[in-house]
């Protein structure tokens, strides 16, 4: 596609709510990052993909954070009993001869 | 650890301004560094990346600079205009490109004045 889509815009869940946030990167981009934005901070990564392979989880907050992109297209990140320090916007971007692009994010709001 | 610090945090100026926001960060062995605009509720659109071999990038009225070995760059924006008004981000990716994501810095909250 042209952009890297994200889905869904906003999510609201309830505290022990299991999640999925979806990203549809540029197709043809090896490279896809998660990142985590809280209010009024910048970005913080998450965690890395090289085409299906996770090569960096490094800046997942805890276990119950989990990522997938099983055939190196789509991506899935998953946040599993959710809690209200997990409300943030979840970005995700594609890389390009180190040129990110970057989707709308979603915004996820825990209740 | 990377950490890239932006100043100022906010400012407002009025139209036609010329303005200059800054970027440090503490590691200079980086690989790029990208300035990015970011409006209310939306996510991040790219306006200039610049190699660590390079010493600026420009499009249209903005102009970023690298200084790798200082640890800075700066975004000028000339002529500015209400329609600038945004978060503008800069981020750092590690040297040797690969797996190295990018750091962020919080942001300057620009605000225009018409």
């Known amino acids: 596609g042209a952009g890297v889509s994200q889905s869904p815009r906003y999510k609201v869940a309830k505290r022990g709510q299991d999640v999925a946030l979806r990203c549809d990167p540029i197709?043809?981009?090896?490279?896809l990052f998660w990142y985590q934005q809280a209010l009024g901070q910048g970005p913080e990564f998450l965690t890395y993909?090289?085409?299906?392979?996770?090569?960096?989880k490094s800046g997942l907050p805890s276990d119950r954070f989990f990522a997938e992109r099983p055939e190196g297209s789509v991506s899935t990140l998953k946040i599993q009993r959710t809690q209200q320090e997990d409300s943030a916007v979840y970005l995700c971007?594609?890389?390009?001869?180190?040129?990110?692009?970057f989707g709308s994010g979603t915004r996820l709001t825990v209740v | 650890k990377q950490e890239v610090t932006q100043i100022p945090a906010a400012l407002s100026v009025p139209e036609g301004e010329n303005l200059v926001l800054n970027c440090s960060f503490t590691?200079?062995?980086?690989?790029?560094l990208q300035w990015f605009r970011q409006d209310p509720g939306k996510g991040l659109t790219s306006l200039l990346l610049?190699?660590?071999?390079?010493r600026e990038q420009t499009s249209g009225r903005l102009n970023a600079s690298l200084d790798k070995s200082s640890g800075r760059s700066t975004l000028y924006i000339a002529a500015s205009q209400p329609g600038d008004s945004a978060t503008y981000l800069c981020?750092?990716?590690?040297?040797?490109?690969?797996?190295?994501?990018?750091?962020f810095g919080k942001g300057t909250h620009l605000i225009i004045q018409p």
């Open positions: 993909f090289q085409n299906e392979a996770q090569l960096d």
């Open positions: 971007a594609s890389r390009y001869r180190g040129g990110y692009t």
């Open positions: 981020a750092v990716s590690g040297s040797g490109g690969g797996a190295d994501g990018l750091t």
């Open positions: 590691d200079s062995a980086i690989y790029n």
């Open positions: 197709s043809g981009h090896v490279s």
């Open positions: 610049i190699q660590s071999s390079q």
